[in-house]
């Protein structure tokens, strides 16, 4: 049985289903995700465009070029995903799905445009989570918060 997941933008406008996700799922390092996620890569899957449908609001789409477009949220500026005009499926953004983690990447692409910083990663100094290393901010951040929950609600207005 093929599991239904749910997603959408930070500020909850946009919702979308998936009813199912193609063996696709990927990171694109190319200069053009680069610049469309505001991003070192793009996190995609691929679903069938039978199996996927917009529930709540209307992305807007920017045509990267001529038969690609992509689709994020006009009022929060979320990346949603990647539309070939030609395909049979869209490809969308990992991490505007409600659980993300559970999509594990099958490969990398568009090498030529991979980052350096990206070798960096595992050396990194680790901190924290922010509640407990900033638990006065953490506190500021969850009164104001205006993120939509990582599920389905039936209507969702942000605090602003």
């Not at 290393?133 to 500021?140: C, F, G, S, W, Y």
């Not at 104001?144 to 929950?149: E, L």
């Amino acid at each position: 049985m093929v599991q239904a997941r749910s997603g959408g933008c930070q500020c909850g406008r946009v919702r979308f289903l998936a009813a199912g996700l193609l063996d696709n799922s990927h990171v694109c390092h190319c200069r053009m995700c680069q610049k469309a996620t505001g991003n070192f890569f793009a996190a995609l899957v691929g679903v069938p465009l039978k199996d996927f449908q917009v529930m709540r609001g209307i992305p807007a789409e920017f045509h990267s070029s001529e038969k690609v477009c992509r689709g994020y949220c006009r009022d929060c500026g979320t990346p949603l995903y990647y539309r070939h005009h030609d395909s049979q499926h869209i490809s969308m953004s990992i991490g505007a799905f409600d659980e993300p983690a559970s999509i594990p990447l099958n490969f990398q692409l568009g090498m030529e445009g991979r980052l350096p910083q990206m070798d960096q990663l595992p050396g990194l100094q680790h901190f924290g989570a922010t509640e407990d290393e900033m638990p006065e901010e953490a506190t500021q951040i969850s009164r104001t918060n205006n993120q939509h929950p990582d599920h389905d609600t039936e209507v969702w207005e942000p605090k602003s």
